[in-house]
Every structure is written in C-alpha cells, then in structure tokens.
C-alpha cells in the first residue's frame, strides 16, 4: 500500500550511480523529489529523467534535491545517468526495499505473466521529512511541470 500525504517518509540508505550514498535523513531541510522508475534506459524512464534533467536547474534554485530510483544497479545507473549527462543521483534500489517500503512495489502484468516491479511514481518529501504530494502511476508527459507545481506550492 502506498504512502500518503501527510506521513513521515521512510528513511532508506542507497548507493547512488556516481559511486556515493544517499541517505534520505541527510536533506533534512530541504524539499525532496523521490521519483521511482521501472527500469534504466528504456522508453518511459528516459523520456521522465530527460524532463527532471531539463527542469533540473529550476528546481535546483527553489532548494529542491531530486532522487530517482529504480531496482537497478549502481553500474546500471552510472551509465545511464552519463549517456543522458543527468545531473542528479539514481539510486540502486536492488532488492526493492525501498520502493516496498514506499508502497511502490507492486505486481504488475505483461502479456499475460505476473511479475513484480516498480510502479511509476513521484513523492515530494518536505524539509522535515513529511510526504506532501504523491503522484501515483505517473503519465511521464507533462509529470516535471506538476511537480514544478507542486514544489513552488509549497515554497508559499
């Protein structure tokens, strides 16, 4: 079951793609956007980390710290992240701790086989570490400018 707004985010510790750890409690104080991604370099999941890449610099100046997620490895995302120059760490959540603790881990069907992944989805986490908006099973086109939305909200 997913989170909701309101609720203290789960604190989770990852190995990022550029060869560091992120610990979601060491950005208290600033806003956070938690998006989970199924898979690295595949349609849906470029064309969402293009978009957060593109708007990175706004967000950047309105204190925001953006995170992806997705169940693949550090080596996975270094690559990634280097073939599309984005500027924000991907984070290896092999084992799916994090996206089962975030309720994001979810059964999934395709061509008829059950399988489990990640359901597209973007949290925004507050400065103290509370969730103030979800977007569930995001639609990647237009998704960064709701965020953007939803971010400068809470900047007032």
Partial sequence: MALSEGQPAPDFVMASGDGSTVKLSDLRGKTVVLYFYPKDDTPGCTKEACSFRDHYDELKSLGVAVLGVSPDDAASHRKFAGK????????????????????????????????MGVERTTFVIDGEGIIRRVFPKVKVEGHTEEVLEAVRGLAN
């Fill in 84 to 115: 599309y120059s984005l500027p924000f760490p991907l984070l290896a959540d092999e084992g799916a701790a994090t996206a089962t603790a975030y309720g994001v881990w979810v059964e999934k069907s395709m061509y008829g086989k059950k399988y």
